[in-house]
């Protein structure tokens, strides 16, 4: 879930739902648009709308688009408006969440009131949050590929998934590759690469300048950086031989790189939610304030992504993290994260502070992320003892990650841009737990971290088993309607 800031640049999923996606045209009989990751759409003609199920819509755009059953677990029914994402359950019955989408705004948004009267969602059939990056691997449709890859591109054009320069050009030429046809040599030309840069990078990549000069410049047959290196990766884009003459066909292998090249991202296949954080204190008066940020959540971990910058602040495995959401009174919630880190080379336990509405959402889906991972962990040493024919179909250890990271990477952790609350306990070891009152009280008062006007009430959210992405929300929806 997330907010319209951090998405410039490219519409991404949420910029492009003001529509609905339902209308009447009988007395039992309603048209629902369900749209696709490319912004198509899918219109179904069903009965009983008001009691149909996710599962049954789910089932009924599997049907349309012929995609295989593994579609069920690779994909999930979303309602999406520019203000709250929500992953529904098979079991949520789409048309009454929407009937209640502005009860649900008031309760996890700070969207003004007029804007909460005019926003309407949409449904859309996106990535499931909870499907593995393993199993990805084994999809060889070329539907459910295409699918995917253009979910994905989209969260890359939109910077949702911040890249680097590098990644954002290999990423580019695979686009280019999709759209364009094969690389031919001085077909396309750099220059016009150019005049649609925005279809194949960022936008913050294909900012010009203006003016008499960018003017003269643009006459020239020059390129810039950005068109140049993504002529330059597109050039080096592999063919895959033997692959079959017709076109969609041969563009599998290319939708499975991109993905793979996704893969990469720490962050990829996440679910998005919107909050702020304190900025560290700056000046002789010590002014801080806060800056919007990103908080993705997936079955990996957490990362807090700048949502002006577009890298990345903290990134954190769960077995990194000790977390816990609270609500004062007459005060924004809070989404709590303690990690171990150091202080002018002590070792310290840091606790940062993320003020969002959507804290329970956010703490809901790291719990039951948790409670997978934790059900999926015994088989993992039978699959590393298989050797190298199953390291294919799993997901690398994390732990490689930040040898591999280029130095000053976007996807590297800014920890000494994040204002923490630092204080010394000793080692708990693999954290994976909620942070209880007593800890989370002892820590803010023993702290030298100033609360002087933060009223600690502390309303622990109990276990949700079996809820998941916040869904408390929808839990509470459904109580009000059955």
Known sequence: MDGTEGNAGQPGPADRSHRSSVSSVGARAADVLVYLADDTMVPLAVENLPSLTAHELHQAVREVLQLPDVALDAFALWLVSPLLEVQLKPKHQPYKLGRQWQELLLRFTDAPDDDVAMDEPSLQFRRNVFFPKRRELQIHDKEVLRL??????????????????????????????????????????????????????????????????????????????GEQGL?????RVKEVAGSESEHEASLSPHYRAYLLKCHELPFYGSAFFHGEIDKPAQGFLHRGGQKPVSVAISLEGVHVIDSREKHVLLGLRFQEL????????????????????????????????????QAELMSSLIEYCIELSQATEPATPQESAAGPA???????????????????????????????????????????????????MRICKNSMYHLCNFSVSLELFQNKKGVFFGFQMARCSQNSTE
């Not at 002529?231 to 050039?235: G, S, W």
């Open 148 to 225: 995917l890859y253009e979910e994905a591109k989209g969260n890359v054009l939109a910077a949702r998934y911040p890249c680097d320069v590098e990644d954002c050009e290999a990423l580019g030429a695979l686009v280019c590759r999709v759209q364009l046809g094969p690389y031919q040599p001085g077909q396309p030309t750099a220059c016009a690469l150019r005049e649609k840069l925005d279809s194949f990078l960022p936008a913050h990549l294909c900012k010009r300048g203006h003016g008499l000069f960018a003017a003269l410049r643009g006459r020239g047959t020059k390129a810039g950086t």
């Open 231 to 235: 002529l330059n990766a597109y050039r």
């Open 322 to 357: 000790s977390w816990d959401h609270t609500s004062p009174e007459e005060e924004e919630s809070v989404l709590w994260l303690e990690f171990d880190g150091d202080n002018e080379g002590t070792p310290v336990n840091k606790l940062l502070k993320i003020y969002s509405k």
């Open 390 to 440: 199953s390291a294919a179909g799993s997901s690398p250890p994390p732990t490689q990650h930040p040898q591999l990271r280029r130095q000053g990477s976007v996807v590297c952790s800014r920890i000494q841009h994040l204002s923490t609350i630092d204080y010394v306990e000793e080692d708990r070891g693999n954290r994976r737990t909620v942070l209880t009152q007593e800890r989370l």
